[in-house]
């Protein structure tokens, strides 16, 4: 089945950016039925979804981070990943990629398969 | 936005026993064009990512044990564990997917009493 495989710097430095990875396994991030998206849960509190993708379509980012977020996807090594540029304390949390299911129409569904999750602390 | 709002924040629930948890939605859910609501539950133990139970509000999940029922429309809904097993300790958070940013409610943490 899918298994998604979180990847990247631990510990990112106030103002820089932070970039993720994510590997895709026992399936293809050129599926027609998902977008791949990245979610971020700071610790205590709700997830947050950032934004996602469809293999072969712009990105779409929340609002909250657009500014400061890109979201690519590399069909040749089935990976999508994240960029979180001048990134503050208030960044840090449990970076999740995850599958998410999609209309034929391109309407977002839920999010069927995760990835482990990532630990990003922002500190100097 | 649409906000969730859940509730208890916090509870604890005998073995053996029910479990309700409520959310509600700072503005319905149901899509008019194919009557559905675009509401999810997820269960996220620590350490763990969140799992998908319940999708389209009652929907449940392969896999997940048939004590997990989702129920509500429009604005209101409730996720019910029946005979409350020990592996069911998590935090249980819901989810619209009607509109961005697709948000979570802050979760309700279900502790065994």
């Known amino acids: 089945q899918v298994q998604l495989q979180e990847s990247g710097p631990g510990l990112v430095k106030p103002s820089e950016t932070l970039s993720l990875t994510c590997t895709v396994s026992?399936?293809?991030?050129?599926?027609?039925?998902?977008?791949w998206t990245w979610v971020r849960q700071p610790p205590g509190k709700e997830p947050e979804l950032i934004g996602y993708?469809?293999?072969?379509?712009?990105?779409v980012y929340n609002p909250s981070h657009k500014s400061r977020v890109t979201i690519s996807v590399d069909t040749s090594n089935s990976q999508f990943s994240l960029k979180l540029n001048s990134v503050t304390a208030a960044d840090s949390a449990v970076y999740y990629c995850?599958?998410?299911?999609?209309?034929?129409?391109?309407?977002?569904?839920?999010?069927?398969?995760w990835g482990k999750g990532t630990t990003v602390t922002v500190s100097s | 936005d649409i906000e969730m709002t859940q509730s208890p924040d916090s509870l604890a629930v005998s073995l053996g026993e029910r479990a309700t948890i409520n959310c509600k939605s700072s503005?319905?859910?149901?899509?008019?064009?194919?009557?559905?609501?675009?509401l999810a539950w997820y269960q996220q133990k620590p350490g763990q990512p969140p799992k998908v139970l319940i999708y389209?509000?009652?929907t449940r999940e392969s896999g997940v044990p048939d004590r997990f029922t989702g129920s509500g429309s429009g604005t209101d809904f409730t996720l019910t564990i029946n005979s409350l097993q020990a592996e069911d300790v998590a935090v249980y958070y819901c989810?619209?997917?009607?509109?961005?940013?697709?948000?979570f409610g802050q979760g309700t943490k279900l502790e065994i009493k």
């Open positions: 993708i469809f293999y072969n379509g712009s990105p």
């Open positions: 026992g399936g293809s991030v050129r599926s027609v039925s998902h977008y």
């Open positions: 989810q619209q997917y009607y509109s961005s940013p697709y948000a």
């Open positions: 389209w509000a009652s």
């Open positions: 995850a599958r998410v299911l999609k209309s034929r129409e391109g309407h977002v569904y839920y999010m069927d398969v």
């Open positions: 503005q319905s859910v149901l899509w008019s064009s194919d009557n559905r609501n675009y």
